[in-house]
C-alpha cells in the first residue's frame, strides 16, 4: 500500500539549516510527484515545493530562495532543504503524493526553530 | 501565484444541519479544486477532488460543486464525526490552500 514517511531533526536553530527526508513506498517516484507542506501550530496549511515525476521542481514563490528539493530514486527518497531558518518556520512538515490532488500523506514530523 | 479564499474562516452548527463551505480562485482553475478534513493532530483527509469527485470512502453526505473560480462544499447532514476544520486546495497551478473553515458544534 501507498505510505509516506518523514524523517528529520525536531529542534533546529535560528540561520541553520533544514534537512527533511520523505521516503515513500508503495509507488515510483518517478511515476509520481512529491509535494512538501507545512503547518505551523494552530495556522493553515502551506505549500512548499514540489519535484514532479519527470524530477523537474517547483517552488512557493515566498520561500523559493531558502529552498531546494531533490530525489534519490533508487532509495525511494525525496529530500528538502530549507536554510537561514527562523522561528516563524516552526511546523509540522509534510510530504504528500501529488495525483492531480494530494491523496496520500506521511504522518508528518514537527520542526521547532528555537536556539 | 493564484490566491485561494475560503469562508467562512469558522461556522457554528448542530448535528442534522446542512452546512456549505466556499472558495474563490484570483483565476480560472477550471475544475481543479480539492477538500479536506483535518482533526486536531491529524494529517489531511482528502474528501473530494476534481471539484466534486467524492474520493474512494468519502462519505455521501459530502459533495463538492463548482468550476472556473467559484466552488463549494456542503454536507448535507452534520454527523459528530464531521466537527472538524475543512481546507480547500487549487491544483490548476502549482498548489494554494485555502485559509481553511473551522466547523463546530452549536
Known amino acids: 500500500q501507498v505510505q509516506l514517511k518523514e524523517s528529520g531533526p525536531d529542534l533546529v536553530q535560528p540561520s541553520r539549516t533544514l534537512s527533511l527526508t520523505c521516503t515513500v513506498s508503495?509507488?515510483?517516484?518517478?511515476?509520481?510527484?512529491v509535494s512538501w507542506v507545512r503547518q505551523p501550530p494552530g495556522k493553515g496549511l502551506e505549500w512548499i515545493a514540489a519535484?514532479?515525476?519527470?524530477?523537474?521542481?517547483d517552488y512557493n514563490s515566498a520561500l523559493k530562495s531558502r529552498l531546494s528539493i531533490s530525489r534519490d530514486t533508487s532509495k525511494s527518497q525525496v529530500l528538502l532543504k530549507m536554510n537561514s531558518l527562523q522561528t516563524e518556520d516552526t511546523a509540522m512538515y509534510f510530504c504528500a503524493r501529488d495525483d492531480g490532488y494530494f491523496d496520500f500523506w506521511g504522518q508528518g514530523v514537527m520542526v521547532t526553530v528555537s536556539s | 501565484a493564484i490566491q485561494v479564499t475560503q469562508s467562512p474562516t469558522s461556522l457554528s452548527a448542530s448535528l442534522g444541519d446542512r452546512v456549505t463551505l466556499t472558495c474563490r480562485a484570483s483565476q480560472d482553475i477550471n475544475n481543479k479544486m480539492a477538500w479536506y478534513q483535518q482533526k486536531p493532530g491529524e494529517v489531511p483527509q482528502l474528501l473530494i477532488y476534481?471539484?466534486?469527485t467524492l474520493q474512494s470512502g468519502t462519505p455521501s453526505r459530502f459533495s463538492g460543486s463548482g468550476a472556473g473560480t467559484d466552488f463549494s462544499f456542503t454536507i448535507s447532514h452534520l454527523q459528530s464525526e464531521d466537527f472538524a476544520t475543512y481546507y480547500c486546495l487549487q491544483g490548476y497551478s502549482l498548489w494554494t490552500f485555502g485559509g481553511g473553515t473551522k466547523l463546530e458544534l452549536k
Open positions: 519535484i514532479w515525476s519527470g524530477g523537474s521542481t
Open positions: 508503495g509507488f515510483s517516484l518517478t511515476s509520481y510527484g
Open positions: 476534481y471539484a466534486s
